[in-house]
């Protein structure tokens, strides 16, 4: 019989130690520390001394008899995965609740079931009329897809080995799964990376492609010991506001595909439906002709996405003035505003300042610094950036405005939506790949941009009475001499 041994393990990040404490050293967080049996972790056969056994060795020359992946039948998923799902691949698909995992994962199994493959739903959370709910309010009850409501690893693998290997099984959730080598409660860090570790031997050793199904913490991260993140193949993360229908699928981790590739859907009556061009439903309710707004060439994955900045910035009477960001990240536009200040003379300390992207996507790449400054300056000297213009451009701690990667793509997709001219860095305007047709407005420095933005904030001023006219542009055209 094995042994027994008790330590505490983080609930969060899975660090483990031989005495109960408050915090965490590792992750910092507070009373996650639960009594767990870890000494069970593998079964008492496979700790036992024994001689190994040979296995053969292949060549990277070898073919397989099946085809190297299995498209989904969804573009939008499947440009997520590199292509469709690779044979013995894990793939681990994290999300907020309500945000959709179920609905996508039902959508996809049914079309694949339709297409002729063996497909298993295990949901450890519903029940199998629960499930069939879902699919007959879907359209999808026609489907032939296998289900099953089962939370025991063991019972799950002895089911799924018998007849043909299924090609794709959905696990929903892993969290829900337990096994019987450990003593440790469902759900807990120990439960969760042996129900995990069975179901990639599984998946290795039989070829089926396997979905895992993650919660999420308070801060958006996936559940359970980041050791699980690494054991799997792929690792997707399932974005979106509830209260907006737009719902971004964006690859985290991939070992058959890209990295930071996403897919746009949007939640409908009838499950989730493909945007095959982001770009165009992102600007389809834009704010014409509003000061404090600016359209952002951006590139997520291999595709250009055109997006809307929205800025406020707004007198403040409080001792610490306000910054609040939403779908771009607040260091960055700390940064951003520091630069403004120092180089440019913009000052924002009396000002709270407001940063919102339009649409629910939320913006990683630091090419968007130029459109967030273009537009923080607009909401404060009160004038209209022009409609049809795109933005684009690394901004550095000199002020200077720096190249980014894919300008052409940038520019072409900003022409096939119907715009005239790109604001973008100095040394991005001779790359190969033409300018698409665009009227090009290259700056250097930060500096210039902000002189012709409140240059414009002037000139409108002239039309309005005295009393509302803005002093910021007189101010600028001092200090920018």
Request: charged share 20%; glycine share 10%.
């Amino acid at each position: 019989m094995a042994k027994s041994t008790l330590s505490f393990v983080c609930q969060n990040c899975g660090a483990a130690y031989n005495r109960w404490q408050g915090k965490c050293e590792s992750c910092g967080e507070w009373n996650t520390l639960a009594e767990e049996d870890t000494g069970g972790n593998v079964p008492v056969s496979i700790r036992s001394k024994r001689k190994g056994r040979t296995f053969a060795l292949e060549s990277l020359a070898g073919k397989s008899p099946d085809a190297p992946r299995l498209s989904s039948g969804m573009t939008e998923l499947d440009r997520v995965t590199g292509g469709g799902f690779v044979r013995g691949s894990v793939l681990l698909v994290g999300g907020d609740p309500g945000i959709g995992k179920s609905t996508l994962l039902t959508q996809a199994t049914s079309l694949l079931a339709r297409a002729g493959h063996r497909v298993v739903y295990i949901s450890g959370e519903e029940a199998v009329a629960q499930v069939r709910l879902r699919a007959e309010r879907l359209g999808l009850s026609d489907a032939p897809v296998q289900l099953a409501a089962e939370t025991s690893v063991e019972d799950i693998v002895s089911t799924l080995s018998e007849g043909a290997v299924p090609r794709l099984i959905v696990i929903d959730s892993i969290q829900t799964m337990w096994t019987d080598t450990v003593e440790s409660a469902p759900g807990t860090v120990t439960q969760v990376r042996a129900s995990a570790q069975a179901l990639i031997r599984f998946a290795k050793k039989t070829g089926a492609a396997i979905i895992l199904v993650g919660h999420v913490t308070k801060d958006g991260q996936i559940a359970g010991p980041r050791v699980v993140e690494h054991m799997v193949d792929a690792v997707m993360s399932f974005e979106g506001e509830g209260s907006q229908q737009f719902r971004i699928l964006r690859a985290v981790k991939n070992r058959f595909g890209p990295t930071d590739e996403i897919g746009v859907f949007e939640m409908t009556g009838l499950g989730l439906r493909e945007v095959t061009n982001p770009s165009e439903l992102f600007l389809s309710e834009r704010d014409l002709g509003t000061p404090g707004t600016a359209v952002f060439a951006g590139i997520e994955g291999t595709r250009p996405v055109l997006v809307e900045l929205q800025a406020l910035v707004a007198p403040t009477s409080l001792g610490t003035p306000r910054r609040a960001v939403v779908g771009w990240d607040p260091s960055r536009l700390s940064m951003v505003l520091a630069v403004l200040e120092a180089h440019c003379g913009v000052k924002l300390s009396g000002h709270d300042v407001y940063l919102n992207v339009a649409g629910g996507l939320r913006i990683q790449e630091p090419a968007a610094d130029l459109a967030a400054a273009a537009a923080l300056v607009s909401s404060l000297v009160n004038a209209q950036l022009p409609t049809d213009a795109v933005y684009f451009g690394e901004i550095s701690l000199s002020g200077v405005v720096r190249p980014v990667a894919q300008t052409p793509a940038r520019l072409k997709e900003a022409a096939k939506l119907g715009f005239q001219r790109a604001v973008l860095p100095e040394s991005a305007r001779g790359e190969p790949g033409g300018d698409a047709g665009l009227s090009l407005n290259a700056v250097n420095s930060l500096t210039t941009l902000v002189a012709e933005i409140a240059a414009r904030g002037s000139r409108r001023g002239e039309s309005n009475p005295p009393a509302e006219k803005n002093a910021t542009p007189a101010r600028f055209r001092r200090e920018q001499g």
